[in-house]
């Protein structure tokens, strides 16, 4: 059930789903530290040994043969492989638009400048274990940086008990193309991934979801490689109109609140009897729920509902709380779609509904949350690249306007700057 | 003088480099944590003590009028201001060829999908105070911003003792079209800039150098604001052939010396003649130097050479330090510039001397440092954009792909996700 909150305190509503982003605790900080140091210094012996420690196994080769990764990926249902390979196909069509070029501009004088974009050498994605497992996340990883030209893309995951991989996970890995795969998880693999270790050589960037400690760990080795954002919970928000179906609505509201407790599903709609009848479908879908516990936890502190006077009021108040996923279940969604100025994903009309986009559609569902759509954006190719830019001058333009050059050296009180085009102008 | 290293040495180089990161020690942490929840709560109440307190003046309104910026830019050197509107002019012209477009993707039975592109809503500038003033970065931060089409420039700046702004600052923020400009600076400045004051609306992103202190503030706001990288200290490598001149090598390895203490100045060439000639011209050159005593300190510890067998060598080690600055000195550098894989910018033949790039070539000079160019890029258009991604499924799109997303949800228990999608194929 969703509790009504008036849209005068849509203000209020931002900071109070802003206020869920958790801590990270100094206690866990220095935990994590710890392992990072010792990873960097003891490498293997320090990664097989927390690995026994935390995945209660021990494993003194954990990098994963191909033979391995191909037994586990036999396990896996065919239904599943063809869903996942038609996703694949998918996810890259939409990528592949993404590809960016350098461009190269010629001035008067010999002069030319420009911009080359240049992909990222290694880069490895972090894989959750335990009881969960999301092969579409290593397809939502994987595939954007091998678009981008990503010559080694590695997979590191905790073991299960058995020291075995999840055949969802293998077969995900082998059709998005990972180039290596280690069984090692937590802080301990993200030490290896940024220091490397004699099993494991270093990446340059670390991405991926993992738990609280992954994330430390990730903030502590930002700066010696590159990190993706660190998500905080997922987030919904349905603006709907009159005409929505509220059975759609509620079971799209419902799919962000089997995620986690701390999750949030709100709803503005211009439609009172739309709210009372999705509200009606809230209790009947969630009582068949397996996930009931959570969603009700969920719902009691973080499903909220506004009732506007427009549909473009509904989206004023979404660009304020700039959402990660953003249905607009209306006749016309794109007579809205440019007045939605801070959103990771819309999903656009009755029939889009958000779990569409988290597996199929082909846009990443790795996505800013916690308002961060303000000013970022989902993974994508963009993640994988980076630019470095190129300059030339010739003596002829060094002498046509290095005079001009000196002059801003020398009011900045840079001396050795304005010398080196004084030596040059000899 | 540059002490000559080993190639067989060039990673340990590299670690020593990465070595001057300043960690910021706990204590500093702690200070600025206690100023950025002050002003939270407070507000201007708080920004006007601390200004009092930091700058040793108290202004009751810190927001600067437009009459104030034309009388303090009044008084700028007009070759200086003819200077900085030629390089104003170069930077557009580089940077107008960054603007990015979104893309639609058609696809069979009703389906699209695709990704806007939109500029952030606002954005703060930091301008350093004190006794520097650096009016090109002014420019380098704004402009970018302005070419993205953010509508809200702001600058913030700690007022001298006398509460003015430095004229060339003034001039250097009419110029770049900033739109609004606050006397307040340090970790004080960085908490008006995310969280608001009655006085400075809060911004989206905050960018520009500062000391310590407005970079543990800066690191701290992140997630509520984005933020450009923390800057480490400058480093230019020149990769030389036994055709470059020493004089010309000399002044660009000391144009980056002059910095900073920490700055490091390195040269690789295949001549161990230009090595001796370029020592000599080192020491000719520094004498006369108004900053030699910090080019002296720079060059001891970090003024570095290596003799290579081969250009192609130069260029490797070069890749594996990721120099901020690199200049290819050499006689054809277009020949070698497709295997720069990791530098923030490249100076390219024996003319285009960094100081070009740092003032007016057009190509920005916020760079990544400590060899962060292996993942990251310049400050550029793309620093004030983000992307958000859209998708629509008609009906018979959901009735003809549903059952694969059903399969991928419920392989991941996520029975919620399965039943958004079987509510609509009822």
């Avoid at 890995?173 to 030490?191: P, S, T």
């Amino acid at each position: 059930m969703l509790s009504e909150i008036k849209k005068e305190n849509s203000e209020e509503l931002k900071a109070y789903l802003e206020s869920r982003n958790e801590e990270i605790s100094s206690d866990i900080i220095v935990t994590v530290s710890k392992i990072l140091e010792d990873v960097r210094k003891r490498k293997d012996e320090a990664v097989i040994a927390y690995t026994e420690k935390f995945d209660g196994i021990r494993l003194e080769n954990y990098c994963v043969s191909e033979a391995e990764i191909d037994e586990a990926a036999s396990h896996c249902d065919p239904f599943f492989m063809e869903s996942m390979q038609k996703a694949k196909k998918n996810i890259e069509f939409f990528h592949n638009a993404q590809k960016q070029n350098g461009y190269l501009l010629q001035k008067e004088k010999g002069i030319y400048l420009g911009q080359r974009v240049l992909p990222l050498d290694s880069v490895g994605i972090y894989v959750p274990g335990g009881r969960a497992q999301y092969p579409s996340s290593v397809l939502m990883n994987a595939i954007p940086a091998k678009v981008a030209g990503v010559k080694r893309i590695v997979m590191i995951t905790p073991p299960s008990k058995e020291g075995s991989l999840h055949p969802n996970i293998a077969y995900a890995a082998k059709l998005a193309g990972i180039d290596e795969i280690y069984k090692v998880g937590g802080a301990q693999g993200i030490g290896a991934l940024a220091y490397g270790t004699q099993t494991l050589p270093p990446v340059d960037k670390i991405v991926g979801p993992g738990n609280i400690f992954v994330a430390a760990a990730k903030k502590l080795v930002f700066g010696k490689v590159d990190i993706d954002m660190i998500a905080g919970p997922s987030e919904i928000l349905v603006v709907a109109d009159e005409n929505a179906n509220p059975a759609y609505v509620a079971s799209d509201l419902l799919s962000q609140a089997e995620h986690d407790p701390m999750a949030s599903a709100i709803l503005l709609t211009t439609s009172v009897s739309l709210l009372d009848a999705v509200n009606e479908e809230l209790r009947k879908q969630t009582d068949v729920l397996p996930k009931k516990a959570i969603v009700e936890e969920s719902m009691k502190h973080y499903g909220k509902a506004i009732v506007c006077d427009s549909i473009e009021e509904c989206v004023n108040i979404a660009n304020q709380i700039a959402p990660e996923h953003l249905e607009l279940m209306v006749e016309d969604p794109m007579a809205y779609l440019g007045l939605v100025r801070h959103a990771g994903s819309v999903f656009m009309g009755y029939y889009t509904c958000e779990s569409i986009g988290d597996y199929f559609g082909g846009t990443n569902h790795v996505l800013p949350t916690s308002g961060t759509a303000r000013f970022s954006s989902a993974l994508s190719v963009d993640s994988f690249i980076k630019k470095s830019s190129f300059l030339h001058y010739t003596k002829e333009a060094v002498d046509a306007y290095g005079s001009y050059i000196v002059e801003m050296g020398e009011q900045e009180d840079l001396q050795a700057h304005a010398n080196a085009v004084k030596v040059r102008l000899k």
